[in-house]
Each structure stands twice: as C-alpha cells, then as structure tokens.
C-alpha cells in the first residue's frame, strides 16, 4: 500500500508526539512519587527523631519500687554575707527611745545604701550602722553578725534583742528551661527543684543527665555536675541545697541540636524544590 511521504511524515511525528507525552506522564508521575517518598520519609524521620526515651524524662528512676522511702536529714550550712546582700536588721529593747536611732535602715555614707528596707553590703565587706559606723560583715553569719552586734549596741542599750535576716535570695537558671532568667526570692534558702519550678520546669529537650551549678560562694569558686535521673542528689546537701547568686544550667539534648538544624535544612530543600517543580511544570507547558 502506498503512502504519501508527507503523510508518512505527519504520522511518524504523531506517533512521536504522543510517545514522548507518555514518557513525560511517567516521568512525572515517577518524580511526584520520588517527591512524595521523600516527603514522608523526612517526617518520619523527624518524629522519630524527637522522641525522647520515658526514663530520660523521670526523676530518680534508682529509687526503691515503694509508696514510702525514708531521706536521710540534709544539714543546712548558714548562709554567710557576701558582697552585694542585702542585711535586714531590726533591734528592739525596752528602752525604745534609745532603740529607735539603731533602728534607721541603711546609713547612706560609706558606700551603703538602703534598698527597700535593709543594709547593703559594699564592696569591701562593711555596713554603716547608726552611732556605731562601720561594721565589717563579709563572710559572717545571721548568727554570728547578732553577736557582733549585741556586744556593740549592749554598750548603749541594756538587753538589746537583734533579728539579722537576708532580704533575698538570687538564682539563674540558663539553658534548656521553659523560663531562663534571674530569679529574686523573699526567702532564706531554697534548693534545686525550687529552682527549676520557678523556670517552669524542664521540657523534654533537656538533658536531666547532665546538669551544671556555677557556684562563686564565700570565696570558693566550683562547678557541680550532676544527674537529675539518679537519687544521689537527694542526699548531696551541696546540690540539693542551693547557694546564693548560683547559676543553674540545663543542656538540651544533641538530638535535639541536629533535629533543629535538619528541620532548618529541609525546610531550604523543600523550598528550592518547589522552585523546581514550578519552574519545571511553566517550562513544560
């Protein structure tokens, strides 16, 4: 049978239209397959990724299996007075008269100066008293700044009584926590878990295994690790027990780093292949 050429030629050409759009169908249906196996596999893997193991998350996972378990009593150093704290100091006597001129909170020669209600240490360790002056009270006590000053006022009042407390107690908290930040507490001591509640607790991207406390405190300078998981902490008054201005720092997970990091480079990904795909579908077109 014979065939015109030009016929010959337009058939061939149909037929090669028509083969190069079945191939470009599945091309295309293979790429949306290869995208969308990518796609699922990326959120696979970041969900998985941020799943985080039950027993990391407890606290004292070590303790006995018991509705009841017995702590040994923790000793409670006292505080001593560091630069920059805050003395409250009240004197009472039946001789109020005479009571009254001691009971002027914070002098403001010398470098102290009242804050609210109370004496603030300067920087080389002394308070100014009323009549009395300075008084050096780096390094002492509640305990031991009342016998200082009972011997001192005993010499213008008879039987003087002499509260000595700390206004404040300060913490950070730094790191992996819902609220990092400078805590300021109306309190005299405080201990870890304290601490870590007025943070808002630890998220599930902290690292209880890993915990540091920088402690600059009397002198010595320290950094204390240690494992929220264990119950050791129960015992170790220096971890349980909190010292003024320590800065608590939480580390987050590793995983949690790369999961950040990899969540930020699918994203770009994800991004420049959609730039493809239009770019590819506009061209195509």
Do not use: W
């Amino acid at each position: 049978m014979f065939i015109h050429p030009f016929y010959d030629f337009t058939l061939k050409s149909t037929l090669t239209i028509n083969y190069r759009k079945k191939i470009n169908m599945k091309v295309s249906r293979h790429d949306f397959s290869c995208c969308l196996t990518v796609g699922v596999f990326l959120s696979f893997f970041i969900s998985f990724s941020s799943c985080t193991g039950v027993k990391n998350l407890q606290y004292f996972n070590d303790l006995p299996d018991s509705s009841h378990v017995f702590l040994p009593p923790i000793s409670k150093d006292e505080r001593v007075i560091e630069y920059g704290d805050h003395v409250n100091i009240m004197i009472t006597a039946e001789e109020k008269e005479a009571v009254a001129y001691f009971n002027a909170q914070g002098g403001a020669s010398g470098g102290t100066a009242a804050v609210g209600s109370g004496y603030l240490v300067n920087s080389m360790g002394y308070i100014e008293f009323p009549i009395i002056g300075r008084i050096k009270v780096l390094g002492l006590t509640e305990r031991q700044l009342k016998e200082t000053l009972t011997q001192l006022i005993g010499k213008y009042v008879k039987n003087p009584l002499i509260d000595v407390r700390f206004n404040t107690f300060k913490i950070t908290v730094l790191g992996e926590v819902k609220g990092p930040g400078n805590y300021t507490m109306d309190m005299q001591r405080t201990n870890i878990f304290q601490a870590l509640a007025l943070a808002g607790d630890l998220p599930n991207t902290a690292k209880r295994s890993d915990i540091q406390i920088y402690r600059d405190y009397n002198g010595e300078r320290a950094i204390i690790k240690f494992d929220l998981r264990k119950k050791d902490i129960l015992y170790n008054p220096e971890v349980f027990e909190l010292r003024h201005n320590d800065v608590i720092y939480v580390k987050p997970f590793r995983k949690q780093l790369f999961r950040d990091d990899f969540t930020f480079i699918t994203s770009i990904v994800t991004v420049f292949v959609g730039f493809i795909s239009i770019g590819y579908i506009v061209f195509k077109n």
